[in-house]
């Protein structure tokens, strides 16, 4: 009876044009949140999805009924994206203009050397009043350079640990294909992520006893390949690993294709499971093994691919990691009571960074994902390869 009275009440309200509240006696206001990313430039493409990952996300919540206020009231999460062009300087700049804001988080960015340069202005260390550091939270969904999170107390990631896929991954290519025996490697050696992971791959292909056999380098902008081809099939290595995004991966593949080189096992960089990878050298990319956090391969991931493709991006491991975010945030908001309103912005955003940092896991479109003490995601993952231009399930590795 209470509640047929009150939706009564609600209604006569409506039609009179007047402002009803909720019985906590407070309007249903906007959680403002921020996004940042690359939407400009060669990269762009990541963070166009990371916007429209954000933005399927958020319609889920807020069509839902939102999220719960420290008050009480029902709210709605309100979104602005901004771009920062990969470029450090830029992130920096776009930071302290969404600090400026009634923003309570960002989301972002796309590139390593972004997040690594951003971190830095972060207060190091939570309560530190000697450190004049910005305290504003901030939580990555592409960066993947490992280690970041550390840079910062205020700064948390939801990306997987590229150190443990690719342990995984020729630890299974020892298994599968033993008769392998040599490794060359492509790296963009001026992309913080591209040139962090190729390390890891290097690390691990020798730890699982692949002689390195040498290194091709391009930079992210590049266009021709020949030379680089030319020093990999000289070398006639078992396996070559690209360390690259889909532009520069592509060029090398189809310089491969004339030249040639045909080796026994490719292997790709996690951000290159992607559409543009297929769109962009479908019928040269064929074969390519892949470790990614991120497929349509459960119910929840099914539909997160298809919501985000409402919005005009598409689903990989890095717009996937965004979607995740989304629903972090929303839970954060209701168990660290938020109010959300112009007065409290700064004890909002302390909320965030107290509630992030509590998490020790977290629900991800693959499964749970485990969260470490230094702001970390443990997510699951499993590899993938490339097969009549798509991408299809190839192993997925023991929990």
């Known amino acids: 009876m209470i509640k047929n009275s009150l939706t009564l009440i609600a209604a006569l309200g409506a039609i009179a044009g007047l402002v009803v509240t909720s019985p906590a006696g407070a309007q249903e206001r906007a959680v403002k949140i921020a996004g940042f990313g690359a939407k400009s430039g060669v990269v762009r493409v990541f963070g166009i999805n990371s916007e429209a990952a954000l933005k399927a996300a958020l319609e889920q919540i807020n069509n839902a009924g939102g999220v719960t206020l420290g008050d009480g009231t029902k709210g709605k999460i309100a979104l602005e ?199 962009g050298c479908g019928a040269q990319a064929e074969g390519i093994v892949i470790p990614t956090s991120f497929a349509p391969v459960t119910p929840e991931a099914t539909k997160a691919a298809e919501l985000v493709a409402k919005f005009g991006g598409s689903a990989d491991l890095h717009s996937a990691a965004a979607y995740e975010i989304a629903f972090i945030l929303k839970n954060v908001i209701e168990s660290q009571k938020v109010m959300g309103k112009p007065d409290t912005v700064a004890a909002d955003r302390e909320k965030m960074r107290a509630g992030l940092a509590a998490l020790k896991e977290t629900d991800g479109l693959l499964g749970k994902v485990g969260r470490t003490a230094d702001r970390e995601a443990i997510k699951p993952f499993l590899f993938v390869h490339a097969k009549n231009s798509a991408w299809e399930v190839l192993y997925k590795p023991a929990s």
């Not at 971190?119 to 009043?129: A, H, T």
């Not at 550390?150 to 008769?179: C, G, H």
Request: glycine share 8%; net charge negative.
């Open 81 to 279: 994206y901004y771009d920062d062009r990969c470029n450090a300087e830029e992130g920096i700049s776009v930071v302290r203009r969404i600090a400026s804001t009634d923003a309570i988080i960002a989301v972002g960015p796309t590139c390593s050397n972004v997040a690594e340069s951003l971190f830095g202005i972060l207060q190091k260390k939570v309560g530190d009043s000697s450190d004049s550091g910005l305290q504003f939270p901030i939580i990555a969904d592409v960066a993947a350079k490992g280690g970041l999170a550390k840079i910062s107390e205020w700064a948390f990631r939801n990306v997987p640990s590229e150190f443990e896929m690719y342990k995984s991954l020729f630890a299974w290519v020892k298994t599968q294909y033993p008769d392998v025996k040599t490794i060359y490697g492509g790296v963009e050696k001026d992309f913080a992520h591209s040139n962090a992971t190729f390390g890891v791959i290097k690390a691990q292909a020798e730890a699982s006893g692949l002689q390195l056999l040498g290194q091709g380098e391009w930079l992210l902008n590049d266009t021709t390949f020949s030379t680089q081809v030319r020093e990999m099939k000289r070398a006639n290595p078992d396996v070559v690993a690209i360390s690259a995004h889909p532009f520069t991966t592509c060029g090398v593949l189809k310089e491969m294709q004339r030249q040639g080189v045909k080796p026994k096992l490719l292997i790709g960089l996690t951000s290159s499971s992607s559409i543009e990878t297929l769109q």
